[in-house]
């Protein structure tokens, strides 16, 4: 097994690259950092639409988010592999239906997390900002979310350990990507798929398992960092904001 | 300065939490809101900068009807410091930033300028020295002061205290209302809902007494104490007392 990495380690870090297209561990991630990195702000405005004081908004947030929740991310991502072209008029790289697939998905559960780190929020907040005179969105953006936010970082770093997991279904559509990787070693080595798809495995639960861990470091911190004096009492009292479970 | 006329307020069909209160609360001065628990004070006290929604009736601050569909709260908000019983400091700010997030985002004051009114205010509750600090590395009655500091900086000419000591540990008590009788009689006009007994007979112009969502009393603070005239308040006293 260690011939093996030592041998192929390029094309399982970076695919091809530089010859060819960037693929590998280092493709994998970027593809789980480009789609958090775009599915945050759609998530956002799904959480907040979620607890809007109007009614419809409110509906049509909790539809988007009970769908996407009701399908498997394989559909999504056929989906995104035959719809998003004809949407955009123009041919799309698989590293861009992916993440395509991955925003619309991520999106959803994001969203859930966000909205969790909000409502765990004492009440009191929102209305110290707003007896101040600050208007909802002002609230919001100064007081709301930037609390909401860090108390949510551990389930945020959860919900980006399934991302890079969702990525590895981008094999189905050729994405050059850690599992592609694999896929292709094998299938030049032809008689040591146990081997090759061993270290695969273990490639990914390290990746996962570190992030795991920070997160429940940081989760640790955050508590510790709330009970800091008695002026922090309120906020003691409050539901676990990370009980949030992440997604499958 | 804050008229209340004919407010009535209900929570569902069945609990009417303000009973047709009229009253006035004159510029400059404190009145003292007080009554037995669940009587409606923080209801009223959070109906006068429209924290809470009335049925009906009329709420007038400073000449304008707040509840008025056409009214601007949140610049209506901007003249009526609130100051809640549980402070509700932003614990992601440091005290100065707390302080200054106001007048900075809503006035456009520069950072410096709300700095240095920042500092005046925070000598003037006795904590100059925690400028830099978090909220989580207060005690509660520095908490509680900083909070007054950040609502008087938007100079409002109104400010309003939900049971201001309440949440307070009892040797905390005592620093939070001497910064408030500071406050009295500089102009600025105030109410204050409060157990504090001793604080009424020392501070206020006039004590206000609710009795499940009626006004009751409305009098001077000698002639509440000495001699109530509703037998309910002649029981809330007695009760206070031990
Ligand atoms: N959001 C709400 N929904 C339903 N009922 C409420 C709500 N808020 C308060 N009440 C009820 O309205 C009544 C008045 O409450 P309020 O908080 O104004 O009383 P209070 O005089 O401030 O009492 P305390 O001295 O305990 O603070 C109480 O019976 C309370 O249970
Ligand atoms: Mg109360």
Known sequence: ?248 | MISFENVNKWYGPELQVLNDVTAEVNKGEVVVLCGPSGSGKTTLIRTINRLEPINSGKITVNGQETHAKSANVNRLRREIGFVFQQFNLFPHMSVMDNITLAPRKLKGMSRPEAEEKALKLLARVGLEEKAGAYPSQLSGGQSQRVAIARSLAMDPPIILFDEPTSALDPEMVGEVLAVIKGLAHTGITMMCVTHEMGFARDVADRVWFLDKGVLLEDAKPGEFFSNPKHPRAQRFLADLRH
């Not at chain 1, 094309?11 to 958090?36: D, E, F, H, I, K």
């Not at chain 1, 405005?45 to 809007?52: F, G, H, L, M, N």
């Not at chain 1, 009614?55 to 988010?65: D, E, K, M, T």
């Not at chain 1, 997160?215 to 309120?234: D, N, T, V, Y």
């Open chain 1, 1 to 248: 097994m260690w011939e093996i990495i030592q041998n192929n380690w390029t094309l399982l870090l970076v695919g091809q690259y530089p010859n060819g297209p960037l693929g590998g561990l280092v493709a994998t991630l970027l593809l789980a950092m480009a789609g958090l990195a775009l599915a945050f702000p759609v998530a956002i405005t799904i959480a907040v639409a979620r607890i809007s004081p109007y009614r419809p908004i409110r509906l049509v947030a909790a539809g988007i988010v009970h769908v996407v929740r009701g399908m498997p991310f394989l559909m999504v991502l056929f989906w995104s592999y035959f719809a998003l072209p004809v949407l955009i008029g123009r041919p799309l790289s698989g590293f861009w239906t992916l993440v395509g697939a991955l925003v619309l998905y991520e999106s959803a559960y994001l969203a859930e997390v966000i909205r969790a780190g909000i409502q765990a929020l004492p009440k009191g907040q929102e209305e110290a900002a707003r007896s101040l005179g600050f208007g909802y969105f002002r609230t919001l953006f100064l007081v709301i979310l930037p609390q909401a936010l860090y108390n949510s970082l551990p389930a945020l770093i959860g919900q980006f350990v399934s991302l890079i997991k969702e990525t590895s279904l981008g094999y189905v559509i050729s994405v050059n990507e850690f599992t592609y990787a694999a896929g292709q070693l094998n299938s030049q080595l032809l008689v040591q798929p146990v081997e090759v798809f061993s270290i695969l495995a273990i490639t990914y639960f390290i990746v996962c398992f570190t992030l795991t861990q920070s997160a429940r470091w940081l989760e640790q911190r955050i508590a510790r960092s709330r009970q800091g004096g008695p002026g922090g009492r309120a906020a003691q009292t409050l539901p676990n904001p990370l009980a949030t479970e992440p997604m499958p």
